[in-house]
């Protein structure tokens, strides 16, 4: 059995989730976030993209309803003993498997928590679940019970994700090793990925971003793979990740030479990046962190350039997606910062009149005193 954290640190959790149910008044719940079972157990698996849940029900018992290709999944990867199988067919409804399960339990007519926020809960699933259950059990929305549990990082999850901060170092030094006029974005991306892998890491829970010229003003992957011209502006956004943890990193790197304007926008972000570093400390409240971000931005003149976030909370995600929201770092959000709490920060600033990007990001883990940049590398615009 692979497990990446301990017996006690299970139990923790385990604890932590049955005083968050009895605070809700909830009899169960069911978890159809990949993030939640492997938070809780430890199951890893891409099976979630059809329907699976985990159940845990008030006095602690855990019972996971999935297909078989993940039966020894779960046994070779979680502390889960009881694992119930259903059945593909044609015309198959695994929410008749989970009502039986639920009323072994005890559990009709009781109040049941439900995990709707999830990527592999489609919104058929959603309904032919609340048709399965509407009439024998009270079900309410309780997709942020295990996700707010989630945010603050025990001490085994932070090894992680300082190892995931350590790849995403190698990787940025891959970039500048191989980003020069002549070079494929596809080396580019290989040499990235294949430092992480040969250092023991995974697959991100999204592709890496990549785009120069035209492209370096896209904030997404997509497609197209260019080779590098002098001069040139190369965007790249990517994650080291260590058990399914994150530590994510973001730069734009001129080739051959900069735009005057390249220099101004640099500025801009780095200033940005350092009066919110000074925000992100407990205490504060992340809508704090944005509001000193666009101030800045705004006062130089770049309302138009950036973007209405500027961050994320990262943790263990599953794809398609690494950024662990809620919460995101934009306006007015309440949430309260406290140690434990992992960041991505990014300052973006896309000029489509000038065809010009400029991007920097960075992970922090917040402290007791303030917050640590995970990242070692260097923060000076580079030009290649």
């Not at 829970?205 to 492209?215: K, P, T, V």
């Not at 809508?287 to 909370?313: P, Q, T």
Request: hydrophobic share 40%; charged share 25%.
């Amino acid at each position: 059995m692979a497990l990446h954290f301990t017996k006690k640190e299970f139990t923790n959790r385990k604890e932590k989730v049955l005083k968050n149910m009895s605070e809700a008044n909830i009899d169960a719940l069911l978890m159809f976030k990949q993030e939640s079972m492997y938070w809780l157990t430890g199951y890893d698996t891409f099976g979630y993209v059809f329907f699976q849940c985990l159940i845990l029900d008030k006095f602690g018992n855990l019972v996971l309803l999935t297909r078989a290709p993940d039966l020894r999944q779960a046994q070779n990867t979680s502390i889960i003993k009881d694992i119930r199988i259903w059945i593909d067919k044609d015309g198959a409804n695994p929410n008749d498997d989970l009502k039986k399960i639920l009323n072994e339990f005890n559990l009709e007519n009781k109040k049941i928590g439900i995990e709707y926020d999830a990527y592999g809960f489609t919104g058929k699933s959603a309904m032919l679940l609340n048709k399965t259950l509407n009439d024998n059990f009270k079900i309410e929305d309780r997709s942020e019970l295990i996700s707010k549990l989630r945010v603050i990082k025990s001490a085994e999850e932070i090894l992680y994700v300082r190892k995931a901060a350590e790849l995403a170092d190698k990787a940025l030094s891959e970039v500048w090793k191989n980003a020069k006029a002549g070079v494929s974005e596809a080396k580019i991306l290989a040499e990235m990925q294949k430092v992480i892998f040969e250092n023991g890491g995974d697959y991100p829970a999204n592709e890496f971003i990549i785009g120069s010229g035209h492209n370096a003003l896209l904030c997404r992957y997509q497609s197209e793979k260019r080779i590098l011209t002098d001069p040139d502006q190369l965007t790249i956004e990517w994650a080291g990740t260590f058990k399914h943890y994150h530590s994510a990193m973001f730069r734009t790197i001129p080739i051959g030479k900069a735009n005057l304007k390249h220099y101004k926008m640099y500025d801009a972000c780095l200033e940005a990046l350092s009066k919110c570093e000074g925000k992100l400390v407990p205490g504060n409240t992340v809508g704090e962190v944005f509001d000193i971000h666009a101030k800045i931005l705004d006062d130089r003149g770049y309302i138009k350039s950036r973007m209405n976030a500027c961050g994320y909370s990262l943790g263990a995600t599953f794809s398609p997606n690494w950024m662990d929201t809620p919460p995101m770092i934009l306006a007015d959000n309440p949430l309260i910062l406290k140690p434990g709490m992992v960041f991505f920060m990014h300052i973006i600033l896309m000029d489509s009149e000038n065809q010009l990007a400029m991007n920097l990001g960075e992970t922090y883990l917040l402290t007791e005193k303030g917050n640590e940049r995970l990242g070692k590398q260097k923060l000076d615009l580079v030009i290649l």
